[in-house]
């Protein structure tokens, strides 16, 4: 009876660790069980470079939204697929930035609120954006002195 207590109790242990791993694993990675919930919106860049499917969309420095896909358009841009949460409103107006976190850290895109009374409906498209800075590119121009 006592091996029994004894084995239970080890398995029980177990069992809860098991568990507490998997919540871990799953908040620590920002991993979406369901997926975002939210509205689509698409934006058109000429450079996505860094940009993909998981990167974060802020309003100044609030996580609103995802990004859902990337693909060419047919005049050889980027289109990148938003999911936003729906209790977020983009006015006509507002601009979209391919931003850098830190020096070299991760992309993501910020929304640059507008001032319109209009906003932008499910399946609608973001008018303005600001493609990603290349740094690569200003570097080789200020070294070739083409700057």
Known sequence: MRKFDLELA???????GIIALGY??????RLEMIGVRGYTVYAEFERAGGIKPGSVVEI????????KSIRLNEDYQALVELTIRYDVELQED??????????IGE???QITPG?????????????????????????????????
Request: aromatic share 6%; charged share 25%.
């Open 115 to 147: 001032g319109s009374d209009r906003i932008i409906p499910d399946g609608g498209r973001l008018r303005e954006t600001e493609s990603a800075i290349d740094i690569e590119e200003i570097i080789s121009k200020f070294i070739f002195g083409r700057v």
């Open 24 to 29: 871990l694993s799953v908040e620590l990675g």
């Open 107 to 109: 992309r993501y895109i």
């Open 10 to 16: 080890v398995g029980i242990f177990v069992l809860i």
């Open 94 to 103: 507002a601009i979209a930035s391919i931003k850098t976190k830190g020096l």
């Open 60 to 67: 100044a420095g609030v996580e609103v939204g995802k990004v």
